[in-house]
């Protein structure tokens, strides 16, 4: 059992409700971690999953159904990950607070039958963005895209 299922089964609130655990950067500041190629299209398989097996569910609406699987997020993520491709980034850029989307897809794939192999996907994949959220950076939008920060390299030892 992941950390974020046994928090969920111990009793205590959902963590995509949970909004003390999150430490939101300040107002207008943007943080940000990467996700690298394979946990991308990982992202988009969990989130699709889930958004096929709501519709077959009959969830609700559309945009019920598209909010509750987390697929709001796949067309800037894609955007995001066309640009960084075009820039020969090895990465695509995902805001902090865009982990409530992976949050939605996984717990509502738990809940309408999803694939295990979707669920075991989603769970270490979303274990692994809040661990990287923890260690976000900071981010900005260069026309019209999310783009992190360069890193300040370590001072050279003497």
Known sequence: MSRFDRRRHAGGPHPAHDTTRRSDPPRGRLSAFELSAGEYRALVRV????????ALAGA????TIRNAS???????LRARADAARDRGADGVPMLATEIR??????????????????????????EECEDRQRRARSAHMADGILTLDQRTPPAASL
């Open 47 to 54: 989130i699709e999953h889930a958004q096929a097996r709501l």
């Open 60 to 63: 609700g609406d559309t945009d």
């Open 70 to 76: 987390g697929a709001e997020l796949l067309p800037s």
């Open 101 to 126: 989307h992976l949050e939605a897809a996984v717990v509502n794939l738990e809940s309408f039958g999803g694939h295990e192999a979707a669920l075991c996907e989603g769970y270490t994949l979303l």
